[in-house]
């Protein structure tokens, strides 16, 4: 057995209330299989799972007490089919059983693809998906997917229905987690580092859980391409020593956002910028750039040009190198064209100040240049997260700008930081782009999640909220008065605001008593900004407790916090289902990715739900 799943097992985290931690989806297949050889009846088949390849039928199953899966397959072909996959076991002629491990996932996908290259179980770059999109962060994984599935389904559009930054996110390698060798990222709003992986759940793990989860509800029976986004994948700086991990981990993923921040970070422009170019970049690339930037009616002066490439060119060599490791790794293990395309985004909104019209084409062109379509680029509009944008008339100038260049291209334009932006901002990309843009959201649904548990009428699922809550408070009252001047600074600003809100008095930072007494004059609400800005550090803070070093915690003792979120009610559950899909009909009707007509009956229809099943019931239509 691997270690990771005997970490799991030793430690009783199970999949039920512990998911997509190992990439398998079947801890124990010992249990497992022995249970369906003589107690099949405490067992789930998932009968709206079944898929076919050339071999035969294939069913889903589930032990609901653990949440270990197992796959089923009656053959047409074979008397007996146990070799399909590894560790298979017959059952009777023609039957066979495996375990739902990432390794027979992967088989699978090449099973299904190469018997119908239109197969929506596994995600995909097909259909529109490349043009037009949502981008959804799946940060409660699979409380989390079957609520984006039945959008999907109710709105008859594919999206990007997983998607979280790795390594950022996601633990991007089992095994370096489990060795303690996880690097951390810096908060500057919280003063200090918090180790990467912060949701715990690892890429292989959300790779596996996003497909079965569209199993267990029958969404792929809709035909409905969807994709895995592989969200700001970091491109050189301190990240070249372990981008074949990150290129392993991802593998599944249909789309790749290529984030160059960490190379551009440490570039330094030389002085004779001209120089530099003419002894690094070839003279041809050089050409093509000039021409194609001024085929889009854009002028750079030969010394503006070459500072900009004298910047951008180490990363998007790196980038070139990147690319080529991920078509590799896709051609090495799958067998199709469809189980090896992928989409790209080229993301240079984390590059200081707005990104100019020119920087966008020089960067597209180069990319063109290589042979890398670009289906997505992300320019900065100087959005603040979960801010909406104050001016729409500015705001439409400035995508105007950046959509001129991106047409020429075949580019859609990326909108990170997404989440919160007002209806009337929504409006204003999806009419300048006519829909070519993805809008990308992910802290939104760790709030849809707190007004969930907010809104529940269940015990534990208040308990979870009010623990939750004054974990913030605790992380906001440290930061007011912490001597690290940016994390005092975010706390000041996210109380005053949560009290001037409030119609409270602003000056209460004299003491922590103050503070304190303020903080707890508020109603508790998800609304306050404390909360939203510190909410998602909570979810693997070992013990629940409010210290900086609780914070990230890959320990038993922060997945069993972990645990109590996958253990909320059906109430909650249901809450929370319906929160993210009013959201995402929210964004498609703004963003005119579906009919004013279609988004009110969906609307309608979701309102009618009063549990989860009769939601979900409705996914496979
Ligand atoms: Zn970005």
């Known amino acids: 057995m691997n270690a990771i799943n005997q970490f799991l097992l030793r430690n009783n985290l199970r999949i039920v209330n512990n998911p997509c931690v190992s990439p398998d989806f079947c801890l124990d297949w010992p249990a497992l299989s022995t249970k369906l050889l003589h107690a099949a009846a405490s067992l789930h088949f998932y009968l709206k799972s079944t898929f076919e390849t050339k071999a035969g039928t294939w069913t889903l199953f589930e032990d609901k007490a653990t949440g270990d899966c197992g796959w089923s397959v009656i053959s047409t072909t074979q008397n007996d089919p146990s070799s399909l996959l590894q560790e298979g076991k017959i059952v009777q002629p023609k ?132 994709s895995f986004n592989a969200d700001h994948q970091p491109i050189g700086g301190k990240f070249d020593v372990r981008e074949d991990q990150l290129v392993a981990g991802c593998v599944l993923a249909s789309y790749i956002t290529f984030d160059l921040s960490p190379e551009f970070a440490q570039t330094n422009v030389p002085d004779d910028a001209v120089g530099w170019v003419k002894a690094n970049v070839p003279a041809e690339l050089v050409t093509r750039v000039k021409a194609r930037v001024a085929l889009i009616g854009l002028t750079v002066n030969e010394s503006d040009l070459a500072k900009l490439l004298a910047y951008v060119w180490p990363g998007v060599k790196k980038m070139k190198v990147r690319d080529e490791k991920y078509a590799a790794a896709r051609a090495k293990l799958f067998t199709t064209k469809v189980g090896r395309e992928y989409l790209r985004e080229l993301s240079i909104d984390e590059l200081p100040g707005l990104t100019t019209p020119e920087t966008t084409a020089a960067m597209l062109s180069l990319c063109e240049a290589l042979g890398m379509k670009v289906n997505f680029v992300a320019p900065a509009f100087g959005f603040q997260k979960n801010m909406p944008y104050p001016d729409n008339a500015a705001l439409k100038t400035l995508i105007e700008k950046q959509w001129n260049v991106c047409k020429q291209f075949g580019s859609s334009i990326g909108f990170h930081s997404g989440s919160g932006k007002s209806g009337e901002n929504y409006q204003v990309m999806g009419q300048v782009t006519s829909s070519h843009l993805e809008i990308k959201t992910s802290g939104r649904y760790t709030y849809e999640m707190g007004k969930a548990l907010f809104a529940s009428k269940n015990a534990a699922d208040q308990a979870l909220w009010k ?123 703004n963003t005119a990715l579906a009919s004013k007509e279609r988004c009110a009956a969906a609307t309608k229809l979701l309102a009618s739900y009063e549990t989860l099943d009769a939601m979900q019931g409705d996914i496979s239509k």
């Open 95 to 226: 039957r066979a059983i495996f375990p739902a491990t990432f390794a027979n996932l992967l088989v699978l996908k090449n099973l299904i693809q190469e018997h119908n290259p239109a197969s929506t179980v596994f995600p995909t770059a097909g259909q529109k998906l490349g043009q037009s999109t949502l981008g959804i962060g799946a940060r409660f994984t699979a409380l989390h997917w079957p609520a984006v599935d039945w959008a999907m389904s109710a709105l008859e559009i594919g999206m990007t229905a997983n998607q979280n930054s790795i390594p950022r996110e996601l633990v991007y390698d089992v095994n370096a987690m489990l060795d303690g060798k996880l690097d951390s990222v810096p908060f500057p709003f919280i003063g200090t580092n918090v180790p990467e992986g912060h949701q715990g759940q690892s890429v292989e793990g959300m790779s596996h859980g996003c497909v079965l989860a569209k199993l267990k509800t029958g969404f792929h029976r809709r035909g409905i391409a969807w």
């Open 467 to 589: 623990d939750w809550y004054q974990f913030t408070v605790e992380l906001a009252l440290k930061g007011v008065f912490s001597t690290d001047a940016t994390e005092q600074k975010m706390a000041r600003i996210f109380v005053t605001d949560a009290l001037s809100k409030a119609g409270k008095p602003t000056d209460v930072f004299a003491s922590e008593a103050t503070v304190r007494a303020a903080l707890g004059s508020l109603t508790i609400s998800p609304e306050h900004m404390f909360w939203f800005e510190y909410n998602f550090l909570f979810v693997l803070a070992g013990g629940g407790k409010a210290e900086k070093s609780a914070l990230g915690d890959h320990s038993p003792a922060g997945y069993k916090q972990r645990e109590r979120f996958y253990s909320i009610s059906d109430e909650g559950r249901l809450n929370f289902s319906k929160n993210i899909a009013s959201y995402i009909i929210f964004l498609a009707q």
